[in-house]
Structure formats: C-alpha cells, structure tokens
C-alpha cells in the first residue's frame, strides 16, 4: 500500500513539476523576439510618460498591425491596431479615446481608462517624409494606468535641425491585464489541487 502511495504521489509530482515548467516557459518566451531598437537618449522622453521607446526597421507602422509585430516592438509580435489619429484625420478599429490635442510639432495625448482590458497599450509616431535625423518610426509604451500626457516630435531635419512635422499617431493594444492572467492560472492550479484530493 506504501508503495502505490509513493508511486501516485511522484506521478503527481512529476504533473506539477511539468505543469510548473510549462508555466515558466510560457512566461519567459511571452516576451521575447527581435524587438525593435531601443531608442537614443534624445528622443526617448518625446512622449510622456513612458515605459520605454523603441524604434521600427522603417519609416512607416503600416501595414498595420504587420509592421509593428514584424519588428516585435517591445519584445511582443501580437499588437492590435486600435487607432490612428492623422492630422487631423481619426481612423479606429477599436476606440480607446485616442485624443490629440496641438499640432504635428507637439502638443498632449489622451486616451479612455481602458486599461481594464489591455495589457500594453504603445503610441507610434510617424514623422513627415524626407530628409529626417530619425527616419524610423518611433514607438513609446505607456506606463500602465497613464491616460493622458504630452508628445513632442522626435524628428528633425538632417540639414538644419529644425524640428519636423509628426504624420501621424498611432495607438495599439495588446494582452489582457495580468491579475486576469494570474487569476486563471490559480484556478487551474486550484482545478489540480482538488482533483489530487478527491
């Protein structure tokens, strides 16, 4: 009888233990890929606040999502178009209250508290073609909870350094919020437990 107790209670072991695994390399590889470049210190804080900037392998997040998840901004490759504001043009697949306020120099930036329903929310900035010091597109990603705050172009002119008009601003959304994540996870392990009890 011990030894069929010993044996049931590796094999369950061995479940979790797999189970465990499985979990760890889940999370570990949600989050890599060929990310794109990190961006330099001069126009890392053209939008406020934010988690981070990164920069495309091209001038344009179109076509949209594929640019953005082709150059993993942010580690990640399953970004959602959301919306686009085109001065002063508005084009949404999935309304967050994207709202920019000023011109294509600078100006401020709101969005819908909609982080209830998404895990990473990141704005694209697009510059004006020709001649800029930044050719790429630049990505920013929000601090998780900001609704609002300002944006100055991160593009300028090669020849004389005078700043250069924003295109457009692109917002995209991933993921769902974690704790809904975390919460699924213990109840599946919580699933585990009671079977291993019953």
Known sequence: MNRTLLNQSLFLHRQYSF???AIIVQF????????????????ANNLTANNGCETGST????????????????????????????????????DIGLTITG????????INNVWGSFQ????????????????E???YLLVTGDTSGAYTTPF??????NAKEISHVSAYVRGVPEPAT????GLALGTLSLRRAG
Not at 103 to 110: E, N, Q
């Open 103 to 110: 011109g294509d120099i600078s100006g401020t930036w709101s």
């Open 137 to 139: 597109y630049v990505g």
């Open 59 to 94: 001038n344009n997040d179109n076509p949209i999502p594929g640019q953005v998840n082709a150059d993993t901004m942010f580690g990640f490759s399953d970004w959602v178009f959301a919306e686009k504001f085109e001065f002063p043009v508005v084009d949404e697949d999935i």
């Open 156 to 161: 300028f002119n090669a020849n004389n350094g």
């Open 182 to 185: 975390w919460m699924l996870l």
């Open 19 to 21: 189970l465990f695994l």
């Open 120 to 135: 990473d929310i990141m704005l694209i900035l697009k510059g004006g073609s020709g001649n800029n010091t930044q050719e």
């Open 28 to 43: 570990a590889f949600a989050q890599t890929g060929n990310a794109g470049t990190v961006c330099s210190a001069g126009i």
